[in-house]
């Protein structure tokens, strides 16, 4: 047995063997392990922080109302009159003998009170200092002398090291999510050197895999997804934020620059883009698109998920109760809920969320191949204009040379990008219009939202009201675009459902009638009022916003139709001409050109200075795309293709949602109940004052509490931090509910390794090292055999005196099956992917389009990168207990259910793993005891035994009987799954390689973490 010396130092260290210290006393009854929880249960409900459901003005949460009232407490716990008994009978709550005993052992040793542990910042305690000649070799670092504290309490003795093929396998897994390799496990088995295992984890730390193991659960408490939720569910695009938390976990960003760039990145001095993608973690949360709902109600949803998902994350504290009310265990009030809800309130964003694809605030995201592309396309834009440049000066000259020898008679009509539009219409022929007839243009601008498009035509109306452009059916408020004029004033609609799902932005000054005035509409496909602009006669027009909530599509297939929009009574009445369709938005310079209302040859007969600004800008751009010389030409024509090509590429660039504060801040109130328009009083940006105050040195927006998040001062973030780490490796954390560090929560099974690993993690925030030091300690590397006496004396495993055998999660059940068969498509980052998954399911479960599994290497991506549907997550993902991703979920799960069995023995991913699997060891190995051991290996990592390899060979030459007899059974599994059998193999034996490499695959030992 271990002993323990009463004196403790702060350094690590191995001495002689010293005599044992006396017994220690009966346990002194601790206020927050033993009392508090009490309390907590059975009493704050009606005698805690919440002021309003607090009865008898009675306060047992605080120092100064225990003290006054124990005595009190400790005879109504124990009355045997029902009427004095607390808790009340009413309540449903009973206080057990043992509890009563302890609140009695309480009081006669004095009754201390303590403020709740986790509300107190952590101090570094001194690891004690464990001699023992028999096992001083135990101890790594110090975790092991905190953990041996509770053996010695109990009595227990730690279990051996595991074996070095179950240790590199474990560490491998939590390291990186797929199992080592035979080649590594044979390198590791050769290593005899003292140094031997941190050189794997060094390596395990190194690679780019390691981003991606930790992501996974990044991501599930950022709830993150690749559709909004609710109704519909149809998609967006925030894998460029998932992305830039795999490269920062691998780059080891510092967990206090990792908070603040995710919660207000933004704000930072002039911020990189990946500092302004960091902060679409708050942008996570789900997003309403119902036609139906109030916008400013589900705004407030927002903002609340925010606070909630925060809280949670970096202080582990439940926040949501407080929204309505002031927290009924926890001294936080609804004042201090919403006081955070103003950090997060200045966001410019709609409570209806775009339904397809990214709502505003967004930012283009290009990837570090993209920047490249990017800035090739720059520089190849600047030696276009670096050459334009030089031929400048020539152009004056040039021109007037042309202008001499022109003759007007014989120039082309010309007008700015006319190879990019998509139709030219009554060009140079005005049409009369007399409120009754249209023009029918066929089949032009068609397009969506997506698109982006410029309309452009001169008009001389004779009334104030009258369809101008239109491509939507013959009747009022259709689906579809159109341009009007409504008493005068040029209206321009975008229209899905006319009442709450539409486009409509008006002029503020109306037309002169009986004048011709020229009207260019450009639309950017950003599907906001903001992104469509209006010009008459080449100036953009003042306008207003009539609805801004265009969320689908306005594509029709009606034809597009000139003096007519919204049925025969709203038809134009007077003159149209030159009629521009562009399947560009045009760059203001190109609206005024095509304002122009003279052709280039009546410019040119024009004198010079007779001519206005834009009809010689007119001239000069047709005599530089049509009449100038070649050097001139090729020079202008040059850069316009490089712009062209820049802006295109441009395009096709991903978004990706952001925060971003608005430039008036908006005021946050008290919501009475938490209902979104029931306003109580205003309130100002501040944090819990049960908590360390905001620092004084930082502003006091969202920027000042992220860095106050990422205090040392907070009492919370790095605790919540190493308990999250340490539940990623031993799957339950030093506190239980992850979630709850309040007074509801579990208490901590080690006290202070909790505040030792805190402190010492905040002093750099180095996640890699904090990883490291649990992995390389001797708690970690024990064994994971149950003995009688560790089952006797602990049971769950809470003193952690052996190694946890743990069920893999979801995605490493699926990766580990591709990497073992040689499937794993390692491509790190990009837009997620569309694996195998059952037919029917998002139809049925969301009513919108069915899922399309996609081909080739997407199949076979690690799991991480799977599209992830909220209202129908990935079903072999889910089956496994992964996370639904509509809220923030940081305490992992685990489930055994006849389900996952079935999972694994038939669903597509798994079969064709174990068919490849199959297929990889028979072109490997030529006898079948070499393939099976072949097989073992790539999925347990060690080599079977010999009865091991026996019940495998009988497994293999019954499969082998069964699919002689049955061939087509064998062809059926070999045609499960998108890549294709060896041809060269026997297809029988194949297939019977493949059912056993499929029953490997469901072994105990191969989904287990030992």
């Not at 949360?285 to 949670?312: F, L």
């Not at 591709?818 to 998002?842: C, D, H, I, M, R």
Request: proline share 7%; hydrophobic share 40%; glycine share 6%.
């Amino acid at each position: 047995m271990f002993t323990r010396i009463g004196l403790v130092v702060v350094a690590f260290a191995i001495s002689p063997p010293l005599q044992a210290a006396p017994p220690e006393p009966a346990r002194k009854i601790d206020f927050n392990r033993d009392v508090r929880p009490i309390l907590s249960d059975n009493c704050f409900h009606c005698h805690g922080p919440d002021e309003k459901t607090r009865k008898a003005k009675l306060r047992l949460d605080t120092k100064e109302g225990i003290q006054d009232a124990k005595a009190d407490v400790l005879a109504r716990v124990s009355s045997k009159d029902p009427h004095e008994l607390m808790p009340p009978a009413k309540s449903g709550k009973q206080l057990t003998a043992a509890q009563i005993d302890t609140l009695k052992a309480w009081v006669s040793q004095g009754a201390t009170w303590s403020s709740h542990w986790a509300f107190t910042a952590p101090v570094r305690p001194k690891p004690t200092i464990w001699r023992d000649s028999g096992h001083n070799n135990w101890l790594r670092n110090p975790i092991d002398n905190f953990i041996m504290d509770g053996f010695d309490r109990e009595g227990l003795e730690p279990s051996p090291e595991a074996d070095k093929i179950t240790l590199l396998r474990r560490v491998t897994l939590d390291l990186t999510g797929v199992p080592p390799t035979p080649e590594e496990v044979d390198a590791f088995l050769k290593d005899t050197s003292p140094k031997a295992y941190e050189t794997v984890v060094d390596r395990l730390l190194a690679s780019p895999r390691f981003g991606e193991r930790m992501a996974w659960r990044w991501l599930e408490a950022a709830r993150y997804s690749d559709t909004n939720g609710y109704q519909t569910d149809a998609g967006r695009d925030m894998w460029r934020w998932r992305d830039w938390v795999i490269e920062a976990y691998n780059r080891n960003l510092p967990f206090d620059q990792f908070t603040i760039e995710q919660i207000a990145g933004d704000l930072l001095p002039k911020p990189t883009l990946d500092q302004r993608i960091a902060t679409g973690f708050n942008r996570n949360h789900r997003g309403n698109s119902e036609g139906g709902i109030v916008p400013e109600e589900y705004a407030v949803e927002y903002v609340a998920d925010r606070v909630e998902t925060t809280a949670t994350v970096w202080l582990g504290l439940t926040f949501t109760c407080c929204r309505c009310h002031d927290h009924k265990f926890d001294p936080i009030s609804q004042r201090e809920f919403y006081q955070l809800f103003a950090y997060f309130n200045n966001v410019p964003e709609k409570g209806r969320a775009v339904k397809f694809g990214n709502s505003p605030p967004f930012i283009k995201a290009p990837t570090r191949e993209e920047e490249k592309a990017l800035a090739e396309f720059d520089a190849r834009v600047r030696e276009a204009e670096k050459r334009v440049a030089e031929v400048q000066d020539l152009v004056p000259k040039a021109q007037a040379e042309w202008e001499k020898a022109a003759d007007p008679t014989k120039l082309e009509e010309w007008w700015p990008r006319q190879r990019g539009s998509h139709a030219v219409v009554a060009l140079g022929k005005a049409t009369e219009f007399d409120g009754k007839h249209l023009v029918d243009a066929g089949d032009l601008g068609n397009g969506g939202f997506d698109d982006p498009f410029t309309l452009a035509c001169r008009i001389k109306p004779r009334t104030a009201n009258g369809a101008i452009l239109s491509r939507t059916p013959e009747k009022p408020q259709a689906d579809g675009y159109s341009v009007h004029l409504v008493n005068g004033k040029v209206q321009v609609h975008l229209t899905k459902r006319w009442l709450d799902d539409a486009l409509r932005v008006e002029t503020l000054e109306a037309l002169p009638l009986n004048q011709w005035s020229h009207i260019a509409v450009t639309y950017d496909a950003s599907r906001s009022a903001a992104g469509t602009i209006v010009y008459i006669d080449g100036v953009e027009a003042k306008t207003r916003v009539l609805l801004d909530e265009l969320n689908q599509s306005f594509d029709t297939k009606e034809p597009f139709r000139i003096g007519s929009g919204g049925g025969p009574d709203s038809r134009f009445n007077g003159t149209i001409d030159d009629v521009w369709i562009y399947n560009v938005a045009l760059e203001p310079a190109e609206v005024r050109l095509v304002a122009v209302a003279e052709s280039v040859a009546a410019i040119l007969r024009k004198p010079a200075a007779k001519r206005t600004a834009p009809e010689a800008d007119k001239l000069r751009a047709y005599f530089i795309d049509i009449a100038a010389p070649g050097d001139i030409r090729k020079a202008y024509d040059a850069l316009r293709l490089y712009h062209n090509e820049r802006r295109n590429y441009w395009s096709g660039i991903q978004t990706v949602m952001v925060m971003e504060e608005m430039p008036t801040t908006r005021d946050a109130h008290i919501l009475i109940r938490g209902e979104y328009d029931k306003k109580g009083p205003k309130v100002q940006p501040g944090v819990p004052a049960a908590l360390s105050p905001l620092p004084k040195d930082v502003p006091n927006n969202r920027l000042g509490f992220a860095k106050w998040l990422a205090s040392k001062e907070n009492p919370l973030t790095a605790r919540v931090a190493v308990n999250r780490a340490w539940q990623m490796h031993f799957g339950v954390g030093l506190v239980k509910t992850a979630e709850d560090f309040g007074t509801q929560g579990a208490f901590p099974t080690h006290p202070k390794l909790l505040d030792w690993l805190a402190v010492e993690f905040a002093t750099d925030w180095d996640v890699k090292r904090l990883h490291k030091l649990i992995v390389m300690s001797a708690t970690y590397r024990q064994a994971s055999r149950i003995t009688k006496e560790s089952l006797v004396r602990d049971p769950e495993n809470k003193l952690l005196s052996r190694f946890p055998r743990l069920r893999l999660s979801a995605e490493m059940l699926r990766d580990q099956a591709l990497f073992a068969s040689g499937l794993l498509v390692e491509k790190q980052g990009g837009p997620s992917v569309k694996p195998y998954q059952p037919a029917g399911l998002w139809k049925e479960l969301s009513g919108a389009d069915d899922y399309k599994p996609e081909h080739g290497e997407k199949l076979y991506r690690r799991s991480l990168y799977t599209y992830w549907k909220r209202t129908s997550p990935p079903p072999a993902l889910a089956a496994f207990d992964a996370s639904g991703r509509e809220t923030c979920w940081v305490r992992e799960n685990r489930t055994n259910t006849p389900l996952q069995a079935l999972t694994l023995l038939n669903e597509t991913a798994f079969v064709e793993a174990a068919r490849m699997l199959a297929q990889r060891v028979m072109l490997e190995a030529k006898e079948p005891d070499d393939r099976l051991t072949l097989a073992f290996r790539r999925v347990t990592g060690r080599r079977p035994t010999s009865r091991e390899l026996g019940v495998l060979r009988k497994s293999l030459d019954f499969q082998i009987a069964e699919f002689r007899a049955n061939p087509k059974a064998a062809a059926k599994l070999l045609a499960i799954g998108e890549s294709k059998p060896d041809r060269k193999l026997d297809s029988v034996e194949l297939a019977a390689y493949s059912a056993v490499c499929n029953l490997l695959l469901n072994l105990d030992e191969v989904v287990t973490k030992e």
